[in-house]
């Protein structure tokens, strides 16, 4: 289940990272929180133009991280909130979850798309 909070956050600006762990080492890329879409099955869709050292990552090892925050959203000690999600990731470049991406931003190549295993809110 998706904390409101976190959809809250994705309707700010912000910086989303996004870790994966390859044969030489850790490597992040970024995007936005406006470009994070979620399913009705709490799938977390992510557009990737490029992506293709996370691509190659996640082919080997689909364990990602993703970190994304708000200094607009209520935290829990102040202003400010973000959350901390591991789970497992994918690239998909056909079906619905590709299409939907597609129908927002024509530039996508490919659907990075996470199940999460934990979403955990770290402020």
Do not use: C
């Not at 700010?12 to 390859?22: C, E, M, P, R």
């Not at 690239?91 to 955990?120: M, N, Q, Y």
């Amino acid at each position: 289940m998706i904390p409101e909070k976190l959809l809250e956050i994705l309707k700010q600006d912000g910086i989303v990272a996004i870790a994966t762990l390859g044969e030489d080492g850790p490597h992040m890329v970024n995007t936005w929180n406006s470009y994070v879409k979620i399913t009705e099955e709490g799938r977390l869709l992510i557009p990737a133009g490029y992506m293709n050292r996370t691509e190659a990552n996640v082919a080997s090892n689909p364990n990602i991280l993703i970190t994304l925050g708000s200094s607009k959203v209520q935290g829990l000690h102040g202003p400010g909130a973000g959350f901390l999600i591991k789970g497992k990731a994918s690239f998909e470049t056909s079906g619905p979850d590709f299409d939907l991406l597609k129908s927002k931003f024509s530039w996508v190549r490919a659907a990075l798309a996470i199940d999460p295993d934990s979403i955990t809110q770290t402020w």
